[in-house]
């Protein structure tokens, strides 16, 4: 199949698969930004974990045995597939690390966008509360951003969006205002976004409401049937809606 036709089977649409076989098949050199939110990586699976204590008690490899994170090979897959270096990864702060030396190796310019909760879940034992996502930026010289005050500024500051969670119902739904404002200062009209790890679709609908076009996988059928139904304005109990969100 020819470069031209293999974007064309993927374009604008949310296709059900694995992404690490599936990012194989697009040309190098086809899309203008990746934007992607992997799963996370969490010290002692995410349940109770007490920040430096775990994570000096145990080797990293030991960790990643006990959760899931991501092959970061796919970081040069991205790399492949993308005009120039334009990539958008929210990750938790155990991935940031990877994440950023490789675009420090790939001489990028690296931001750390954040999403400040203000109704984060209580916390009992020692630890700080779960306020902060941390969204990885990183960004080849030449990759032009656009202007605007609000789309320049490094933090956003809303409740995690318990609406949004219920209607589409994944648990680690992003805000798509957030979403939106990210795109709409890195891509410009047109332009195509991978999103690998697309969940309930909150990438796409961002895409679709400011003129972009986009490149979705994601491996569960539920979350693909989801994000789809979203696409259509349908919500999770299968409800249509009168407005996207
Ligand atoms: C953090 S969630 C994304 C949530 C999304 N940003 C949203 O707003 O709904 C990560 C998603 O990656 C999917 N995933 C995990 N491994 C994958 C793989 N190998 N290929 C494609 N999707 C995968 C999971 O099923 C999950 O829905």
């Not at 374009?11 to 996370?40: A, F, H, M, Q, R």
């Not at 897959?77 to 270096?85: D, G, P, S, Y």
Request: proline content about 4%; charged content about 25%.
């Amino acid at each position: 199949m020819g470069d031209r036709a293999l974007i064309d089977k993927y374009i604008n649409k949310i296709t059900c698969g694995d992404c690490y076989e599936l990012i194989k098949e697009l040309p190098d050199n086809s899309v203008d930004c990746v934007y992607t939110d992997i799963p996370y990586l969490y010290e002692n699976g995410g349940l109770g974990h007490s920040e430096m204590c775990v994570r000096t008690a145990r080797k990293k490899e030991e960790l990643k045995d006990i959760s899931s994170g991501i092959d970061y090979a796919i970081l040069d897959e991205f790399k492949r597939v993308l005009k120039k270096i334009n990539i958008f990864i929210w990750c938790s702060k155990l991935q940031l690390l990877d994440i950023m030396n490789f675009g420090g190796q790939n001489e990028c310019n690296i931001d750390i966008l954040v999403w400040c909760k203000t109704n984060p879940t209580p916390q009992t034992n020692n630890i700080w509360l779960p306020d902060i996502e941390y969204c990885v930026y990183m960004r080849e010289c030449g990759v032009a951003l656009n202007d605007g005050y609000d789309l320049k500024s490094k933090f956003y500051v809303s409740p995690a969006n318990k609406s949004d969670k219920d209607i589409f119902e994944h648990p680690t739904i992003k805000p798509l205002q957030l979403v939106k404002r990210h795109l709409l200062h890195a891509t410009q009209p047109n332009d195509i976004v991978l999103d690998c790890f697309m969940g309930s679709g909150t990438t796409a609908i961002a895409c679709k409401e400011i003129g972009r076009q986009f490149i979705g996988f994601e491996i569960s059928e539920k979350w693909c049937k989801i994000a789809n139904d979203r696409l259509n304005n349908i919500d999770a109990n299968g409800q249509i809606s009168r407005f996207a969100r």
